[in-house]
Nanobody
């Protein structure tokens, strides 16, 4: 089992920045991929960014150049630095961890971009 807890969401104006954090506990030594997904109002959950051990990072086209995913393996953390935020970035952001054969999710953190 891997337990994930996100933090860092909130209300921000368009053009602003936020940093999301996710701490992992449990079977963390088996984690291969960590990532961020989001689900906007009335929308399906979609990939934002992932970081895979030995393979690098992957981003949705909609966030390339604005968002950066990073990992601190010593602290069992994954971060999502979000800049130049747009109203369409408003969503619940979920942390994901993948170990061979299983996927785990955090409870989500709300990000609202509005003036």
């Amino acid at each position: 089992q891997v337990h994930l807890v996100e933090s860092g969401g909130g209300l921000v104006q368009p053009g602003g920045s936020l940093r999301l954090s996710c701490v992992a506990s449990g079977g963390i030594f088996s984690v291969v991929t960590m990532g961020w997904y989001r689900q906007g109002p009335g929308q399906v959950r979609e990939l934002v960014a992932t970081s895979t051990r030995g393979s690098g990072t992957n981003y949705a086209d909609s966030v390339k150049g604005r968002f950066t995913i990073s990992r601190d393996n010593a602290k069992n953390m994954v971060y999502l630095q979000m800049s130049s935020l747009k109203p369409e970035d408003t969503a619940v952001y979920y942390c994901q961890a993948i170990i061979p054969g299983r996927v785990f999710w955090g409870q989500g953190t709300q990000v609202t971009v509005s003036s």
